[in-house]
């Protein structure tokens, strides 16, 4: 298969002392530098973007993150230019999940085929009060498909269930040249997965530091890495180069 994954990045963050908010009881007060991505994927001549993204302005303003943590990159109509599309192109739209920070361009993609699961829709649709994660607002209106578990989407791109960090989360596995490549429907970063050697004696994975079900969390992590020659950590700054994946 040829098919690569191509992040876009659209803003860089760090996060002083936060490290513990990725992975769960571990790394107090240590920093941690990720990001906001979406994910192009073209193949079988649809054009498929992983997540509708987050802003810095959504960071600063929503979130109250200090600016002098919050680096702008691009917006989503600049890094799609980058590889010759434009919004408009789009076909499909996988939201891993719909906290704030994957859908903040969602409006203007509206012209694209959405896909979702179903318990995260229902779930963002009247979000408990304790998760500030959700805005209701955010989907009020707008029509989107909904799967329920695994859904096969082009010849060479799946979704994967993998619900604990929300009720409904997917990740995208993706046939590539180097093996199955999966970006994560859950928020981490590849610590979560090499924890390294001291943690991984008494915890072989860290779950994500924002759950909803620590069990599910861990399992969902589980069946991705059991699954991926790759692992794509979704908020990884890794990722901010744009490299292509696979």
């Known amino acids: ?78 890094g799609l230019a980058r590889h010759g599309l434009a919004v408009a192109d789009i076909n499909i739209v996988i939201l891993t999940h719909l906290h704030l920070d994957h859908v903040a361009y969602i409006r203007d993609l509206i012209h694209a085929r959405f896909i979702v699961q179903k318990a995260e829709l229902e779930f963002a649709r009247a979000p408990h009060p304790a998760d500030r994660f959700y805005d209701a607002r955010v989907v009020e209106g707008l029509e989107l498909e909904t799967v329920e578990g695994d859904y096969q989407v082009t010849p060479s791109v799946r979704t994967v269930f993998t619900p604990g960090h929300t009720p409904g989360g997917q990740s995208v596995a993706v046939e590539t040249e180097r093996g199955v490549a999966i970006i994560t429907g859950f928020c981490c970063i590849e610590e979560n997965f090499f924890p390294g050697e001291r943690i991984q004696k008494s915890m072989p994975l860290v779950v994500p530091g924002v759950h909803l079900d620590v069990i599910k969390a861990y399992d969902s992590m589980v069946k991705v890495r059991d699954l991926a020659a790759i692992l794509v950590p979704n908020h990884d700054a890794k990722w901010l180069d744009g490299a292509a994946i696979g």
Not at 14 to 35: C, I, P, S, Y
Not at 42 to 53: C, E, K, M, S, T
């Open 1 to 78: 298969m040829t098919t690569k994954i191509h992040p876009i990045p659209l803003v860089g963050l760090l996060g002083r002392g936060e490290k513990a908010k990725f992975t769960h009881l571990f790394n107090h007060g240590q920093d941690v530098r990720f990001g906001y991505y979406v994910w192009l994927i073209q193949d079988a001549g649809q054009n498929i973007l992983v997540d509708a993204g987050g802003t810095a302005e959504q960071a600063t303003e929503h979130w109250g993150r200090p600016r002098d943590t919050v680096t702008h990159i691009q917006t989503l109509e600049e």
